[in-house]
């Protein structure tokens, strides 16, 4: 079964510095995403990217966020200067259409503490 | 996206049946409604997803009344590995454009021995 790559798996970094979490989508999907989820909390949606654009951002994804496509195969998610606040897991996803019917598929998570 | 309501947790027992429940008062004619499992320390995995009546697959099944209000996740006989958080998403199925879903609290399971 196809998956959905993350890595890597835990990154522990200091406050203030620049951290790139990357994820490796399904081939054939076209639609990504990444969520994110603090210890104990619920799963929420930080961005979405079609067509080497977001589509769609919430509050929390702020100028210290940014997404890139940089080779057609990795999509990254990049934090500036971290934050405390910033530690918990992420998660990036892959959808085929973007549309409800397939499910979206989701990689195992990135742990990010930020100390 | 409709809004919808789920037990916060559960308990069962290993093969036994179990049913979680979710509420969507608000659902639109273009909804579609699909559940998700997720483990400790694991990403959200996708289930089972259904407009109306009834959807089978080898994982679960699930159950939707004509006025589609409400859904019925079953899972049958479980087991100690099928502890882990089920959500219920309400949405529309044919979104134009990468658009998001969005998590609730989720119902945490537990099954004991």
């Known amino acids: 079964e196809p998956e959905v790559t993350q890595t890597p798996s835990h990154q522990v970094t200091q406050m203030g510095q620049e951290v790139i979490l990357r994820c490796v989508p399904i081939?054939?999907?076209?639609?990504f995403y990444w969520y994110r989820q603090i210890l104990g909390q619920k799963v929420e949606f930080l961005v979405s990217?079609?067509?080497?654009?977001?589509?769609?951002k919430s509050e929390i994804f702020d100028d210290q966020f940014s997404v890139e496509r940089p080779d057609g195969s990795n999509f990254t998610l990049k934090i500036r200067s971290t934050k405390l606040e910033d530690s918990a897991m992420y998660f990036c996803?892959?959808?085929?259409?973007?549309?409800?019917?397939?499910?979206?598929?989701f990689g195992s998570g990135t742990r990010l503490t930020v100390v | 996206l409709a809004k919808t309501t789920q037990p916060i947790s559960m308990d069962s027992y290993e093969g036994q049946e179990v049913n979680i429940t979710c509420s969507h008062n608000?659902?639109?004619?273009?909804?579609?409604i699909t559940w998700y499992q997720q483990f400790p320390s694991q990403g959200p995995r996708f289930i089972i997803q259904?407009?109306?009546t009834k959807v089978t697959n080898e994982v679960a099944s699930l159950f939707i009344p004509a006025d589609r209000k409400s859904s019925t996740l079953s899972l049958p006989r479980v087991s100690l590995s099928d502890t882990a958080v089920y959500y219920c998403l309400v949405g529309d199925g044919r979104y134009s454009s990468a658009s998001k879903i969005i998590f609730g609290s989720g119902t945490r399971l537990s099954i004991r021995p």
């Open positions: 259904g407009y109306k």
């Open positions: 990217f079609y067509n080497n654009e977001i589509s769609e």
């Open positions: 608000n659902i639109a004619t273009n909804d579609y």
């Open positions: 081939s054939n999907h076209l639609y």
């Open positions: 996803a892959s959808s085929p259409t973007g549309t409800g019917n397939d499910g979206y598929t």
